[in-house]
């Protein structure tokens, strides 16, 4: 799992085409709104490891 800031399109194709996935998580992070990208792993086909809820999100 990474993020990467939404207005960096650059990185974001790079890590698309690296097989990173975008599962439409969001973050606002220290220089504006961050994707949260995933790596499918061998073996959790379909699981989401990451906390989807704004009050998880912020703990």
Known sequence: MLSV???NSSALRL???AG???N???RMGP???QKILQYPLPGAAGVIHARTSRE???R
């Open 5 to 7: 800031n939404e207005e």
């Open 15 to 17: 890590y698309l085409s």
């Open 20 to 22: 990173f996935r975008d």
């Open 24 to 26: 439409g998580l969001r």
């Open 31 to 33: 220089k504006g709104p």
């Open 56 to 58: 998880e999100e912020w």
